[in-house]
């Protein structure tokens, strides 16, 4: 995720160059909302079982303001014995759920589904799970999950808001791989994460279907309806380069489009090989205040390429930023809310670097003004790997410290190890966790391992004090003072 040019920290960057409503069934206890733990968001998430993968259906009636219908269908296994199956849903009204094809009792508590199977389920047993409900896009009083743009909806789901559009294990520690069908009446066009698997005419409605190649956190999943462009490219060795934007702004934004090919092929120079199956940009009408790495489709504010005082190089520079993540954040998942620092550390570091071999902005004139800045973001946002709980919505965890506080130890580490060594460091790490989660201390261990250093008291000082340590090679940088007001 990126944050729009409307915040704070975007503007220094120029500057340097529904409720719930579920049915309730009886159960012999309390039913009680629980998660795995997650230090950030302690009720995310699920224990006991292991998604594999997800087959959800919406149908939409042409409205943005309705509810849509759907059907979450879930592949799991077992890991714990249960009696009992908690999913993360919120704002959507449930019909039913089966459970290993039998009817299940269920009950809503917090943004929870509790569901009661009619036989307790084993470990190591299949866990199928069939949820009719419907799927509500009205903001409610939570944040984000479907957003209404101007022709349709779209999904933004970063960090905890998949499970108000369907039930899930939402937590990006249980990635799994998804398959979306989406009806819509005629003249809108649906698009979702992952492959095309056709499309199919419904009477004045089309349906349209697509698969994720490789397994997807929840917070990444994507779907579309709108009165879209559906436009196609080729990007380095043969890659499928699938964009869509409104129907009416294709000739105004096809120069931006264009220039993704060239941005994909500078991020595999940099770390590798692309890891998924197709790349494209979302370009909605809708203001959210940020941009977002949904996986294989990154979504965009239509405003970011329309405003004549963005210039051309910080407009490319953030669409590099979303793309970074591809690898950062969506192949390569945090383990923990904790670890987001890696995700966007990294993303606003390939950003800073586009923008200073592309347009001479020097990396180290930006990095040298987050140190200035560096103790007093520790002090509002925690330090990076230890990121403050949120104070508001669940979006406030994206602070300045996981942007350039958190680009500013990789550069810390750059100047530690050595070019040569980071630039292996970046792509192994890609490489050795594709397709998977991890942590920070993988990554602690990692760089050790490629530099032949014990890195672990550097990154001790770097990721968890309160206070900025000394810069390698530059003992002349300074912190501001941390005002007490």
């Given at each position: 995720m990126l944050l729009s040019s409307r915040t704070p920290r975007a503007a220094a960057l120029l500057a340097a160059g529904a409720s719930l409503a579920l049915v309730a069934a009886a159960a012999p206890r309390p039913a009680e909302p629980v998660g795995i733990g997650d230090r950030l968001f302690p009720h995310l998430g699920n224990p006991g079982y292991d998604v594999t993968d997800y087959d959800i259906s919406f149908t939409y009636h042409g409205a943005n303001d309705k509810p849509l219908d759907a059907v979450t269908r879930i592949n799991a296994r077992a890991t714990a014995p249960l009696d009992r199956i908690n999913l993360d849903f919120s704002h959507g009204k449930v019909r039913s759920v089966r459970v290993n094809g039998a009817p299940a009792q269920y009950t809503g508590k917090g943004e929870d589904l509790i569901v009661t199977p009619a036989a307790p389920v084993a470990p190591g047993q299949p866990?199928?799970?069939?949820?009719?409900?419907?799927?509500?896009?009205?903001?409610?009083?939570?944040?984000?999950?479907?957003?209404?743009?101007?022709?349709?909806?779209a999904m933004a789901n970063q960090a905890d808001a998949a499970h108000r559009v369907f039930p899930s294990n939402d937590h990006p520690s249980d990635k799994a791989y998804f398959t979306f069908r989406i009806t819509a009446p005629k003249g809108y066009t649906a698009v979702a994460n992952g492959l095309p698997l056709g499309k199919t005419p419904q009477g004045g409605a089309t349906k349209w279907a697509y698969r994720t190649a490789h397994p997807m956190a929840t917070e990444l999943a994507q779907v579309s309806i709108g009165r879209s462009a559906v436009l196609h490219q080729e990007g380095p060795d043969g890659l499928p380069v699938r964009d869509v934007v409104p129907a009416k702004d294709v000739k105004a934004l096809k120069p931006w489009l264009e220039?993704?090919?060239?941005?994909?092929?500078?991020?595999?120079?940099?770390?590798?090989?692309?890891?998924?199956?197709n790349y494209g940009v979302l370009i909605a009408e809708a203001s959210t205040g940020f941009e977002l790495e949904t996986q294989t489709l990154s979504l965009f504010e239509r405003e970011l390429f329309k405003r004549p005082e963005y210039p051309k190089w910080y407009v490319e520079s953030i669409m590099v930023h979303e793309l970074a993540h591809q690898w950062f954040g969506d192949s390569v998942s945090p383990r923990s809310w904790s670890d987001l620092w890696l995700n966007e550390g990294h993303a606003t570091w390939y950003e800073s670097l586009y923008a200073q071999e592309k347009a001479d902005k020097p990396m180290e004139k930006r990095m040298r003004a987050a140190y200035r800045a560096s103790d007093a973001m520790r002090a509002d946002g925690g330090p990076p790997a230890a990121p403050k709980a949120p104070t508001g919505g669940k979006i406030?965890?994206?602070?300045?410290?996981?942007?350039d506080g958190s680009a500013l130890v990789l550069y810390a580490l750059r100047q530690e190890i050595g070019a040569d060594a980071f630039q292996r460091l970046e792509r192994t790490w890609v490489a050795t966790h594709r397709d998977s989660t991890a942590t920070t201390d993988d990554f602690v261990r990692l760089a050790s391992q490629i530099s032949g250093q014990d890195l672990s008291g550097f990154f001790k000082d770097w990721l968890y004090a309160k206070k900025t340590p000394p810069m390698p090679g530059h003992p002349d940088w300074k912190s501001d003072p941390v005002s007490k007001h």
């Open positions: 866990l199928n799970i069939t949820v009719r409900h419907t799927s509500d896009p009205r903001p409610g009083k939570k944040e984000v999950g479907w957003v209404r743009t101007k022709d349709g909806l220039k993704t090919p060239g941005q994909l092929a500078w991020m595999q120079e940099k770390v590798g090989s692309y890891p998924f199956e406030s965890i994206f602070r300045p410290v996981v942007y």
